[in-house]
């Protein structure tokens, strides 16, 4: 199991703001890592085994975390995402993913938008893996 988190430094360093999305989070103070927000529900794990790669930049969990070598010296072939950012963690995850040569999908009932009926336009309309 891999948990993808964003999760900022609190000083925000290598949180770009080359775009409107990256610099609303740069002014936010939730999020930001050791706060509630940035760790994982209790019922979600993490198990021992489970990999946690965290983010401080980009909008996938393939940006900057190494998580590709992670899959592969794991023998992973096939992904299944979940998550709570369909509109741009989850696509931006499964493109990448295509993009390094992993078949991904995700199930519509393991996904969310925001806002909520984001969730089939975005994953049914625009991005079909």
Do not use: C, Q
Not at 69 to 84: E, F, K, P
Not at 95 to 107: F, I, K, Q
């Amino acid at each position: 199991m891999v948990h993808g988190r964003f999760a900022p430094r609190p000083d925000r360093v290598g949180t770009p703001a080359n775009a409107p999305l990256f610099g609303s989070v740069r002014k936010r103070e939730h999020g930001r890592e050791g706060s509630d927000e940035a760790r994982i529900h209790p019922a979600l794990g993490p198990e021992e085994s489970d990999v946690v790669p965290t983010r401080r930049h980009g909008v996938g969990v393939f940006s900057g975390t190494g998580l590709d070598l992670v899959l592969r010296d794991r023998s992973v072939t096939t992904l299944g995402l979940a998550g709570v950012s369909t509109d741009m963690a989850i696509v931006a995850s499964s493109a990448a993913a295509v993009d390094l040569g992993y078949p991904a999908s995700s199930p519509p009932t393991a996904r969310r938008g925001s806002p909520p009926r984001s969730t089939g336009w975005t994953w049914s309309r625009r991005y079909r893996y």
